[in-house]
């Protein structure tokens, strides 16, 4: 039904830095997008400059992004993940730590790009970056899933620009299920908004390498 | 707090569409970059060309996304909204269209940039474009707020690649809260992903133009 294949080509280590390193450069130039005072005549030069940088690019093309090599757990091989995916343009990327406790930690900054209500991160950005941190604490429960419920509490304004840390935990395990919970935190420690999730691992996951 | 100003520079019709070319073509070299089979050096000496282009666009900068010229509702002005905004590379855009019986429709299709699960929508980018669709529902009842709660429930997984409709409409207003629900469905007519949510207009968006 998805026009994605589930199969994934897998990246030597200079081909995964390479692609990394554009991927940075392309983020860079999505912020640089929304904030240019290029004109008219500039932003259209730019733009046919691009073009022809994507069709470098699409000469030689994946049906679907790649992962890198295998040993890890399979959420750190996906590479392109739109939250923490160094290879994804889209991602801020995050990078989310897993303690020997089960605690997901990371530290991120979103720019211009996340903005919802003006100079405040976008209600949605946020829970997208809940989910990815709750399911993270999920899998490592042993037991990862998709969401099946994200309830997402905003308690004051998440700020752009600035330091801000994401934090979640598995609360408990019953079968396929698992509930975690987390929270996004503005540089003074307060809590901006936390959130509830539970995963469930589909049946076709339980005797696959996920 | 936020190191956004709230102050926005308003964009003249031929800017906007200049720029809304250029996020297109950066939006597609973001796919690109997701998607090619380029080995490391091409990575590489595209990655030098597009941090050229980033140079060539920050040479004027602006301290904030830009608004398109006033006289509509301030959510259509945002043009660099990350679900919405044409001017945003980070957004899929999604264009959605207010009735005038107050349901917010749209139709959508997410490339590689957005996958969770191998060939699925991620959970938490789902959850950003009901934010959206459910926000703007909310704001149609002449009561714009910002996201108090936000619970999304996943019935089934959401595919890439193929149209989506997102659909979303406010049940109730009590003094400055209000209450939405919407849905994600799958090309088949099946929902994928249903939301309900609470909005609360701040207090100093009561006497402003927002």
Avoid at 3 to 18: F, G, Y
Avoid at 56 to 65: C, F, K, S
Avoid at 99 to 120: I, N, W
Wanted: glycine share 10%; proline share 9%; aromatic share 4%.
């Amino acid at each position: 039904m998805s026009a994605i294949p589930m199969e994934r080509p897998v990246l030597e280590d200079d081909e995964a830095a390479a692609l990394t390193g554009l991927a940075a450069r392309v983020r860079e130039l999505a912020e640089a997008t929304v904030l240019t005072g290029a004109d008219a005549a500039e932003a259209a030069a730019v733009a046919d400059e691009v073009a022809a940088l994507t069709a470098r690019l699409t000469a030689e093309r994946r049906g679907a992004p790649p992962f890198v090599t295998p040993g890890e757990r399979r959420m750190d091989r996906q590479i392109a993940n739109p939250v923490t995916g160094p290879l994804n343009p889209f991602a801020p990327p995050i990078g989310l730590e897993v303690t020997s406790d089960g605690v997901v930690r990371g530290e991120f900054t979103l720019g211009a790009v996340y903005e919802g209500p003006p100079s405040y991160v976008h209600g949605g950005v946020s829970a997208m970056v809940l989910d990815q941190a709750l399911g993270m604490a999920a899998a490592a429960t042993g037991t990862p899933g998709m969401t099946a419920t994200l309830e997402t509490r905003y308690r004051r304004p998440t700020p752009l620009g600035v330091p801000l840390q994401v934090e979640a935990k598995a609360s408990r395990v019953e079968g396929r299920k698992v509930y975690a919970s987390g929270t996004i935190s503005a540089p003074d420690g307060r809590v901006t908004v936390e959130a509830t999730a539970m995963f469930i691992m589909p049946q076709r996951f339980v005797t696959s390498e996920y």
